[in-house]
């Protein structure tokens, strides 16, 4: 069982920086894929990134690709987000999610474990 817990979010305005962080409990973490999806008002929630067990591949959708990097760090048991060139459509709910797999997926059905997420408004 793994239990995730976001934190990091908040109020930037537009073309700041954030970072996440994502705390995972459980001695299986390192053994798991690890993703962060996010959900706006009103839409589906959607992928944004992804990395495999080892950290060693990671994957983004476009829309963030080059301004978004996802990172975990074995020994913290945390999982982060850095957030950088933010825009007005990259205010969403963030969730982790972790994956009974060593391998990543953008597939939010195949993630077995998800936090209660964090807040993210950017301002124009």
């Known amino acids: 069982q793994v239990q995730l817990v976001e934190s990091g979010g908040g109020l930037v305005q537009a073309g700041g920086s954030l970072r996440l962080s994502c705390a995972a409990s459980g001695r299986t973490f390192n053994s798991y894929a690890m993703g962060w999806f996010r959900q706006a008002p009103g839409k589906d929630r959607e992928f944004v990134a992804a990395?495999?067990?080892?950290?060693?591949?990671?994957t983004y959708a476009e829309s963030v690709k080059g301004r978004f990097t996802i990172s975990r760090d074995s020994v913290k048991n945390t999982l982060y987000l850095q957030m950088n060139s933010l825009k007005p459509e990259d205010t969403a709910v963030y969730y982790c999610a972790g994956r009974s797999s060593r391998t990543s997926s953008r597939l939010e059905r195949e993630y077995d474990y998800w936090g209660q997420g964090t807040q993210v408004t950017v301002s124009s």
């Open positions: 990395v495999t067990w080892l950290g060693l591949s990671t």
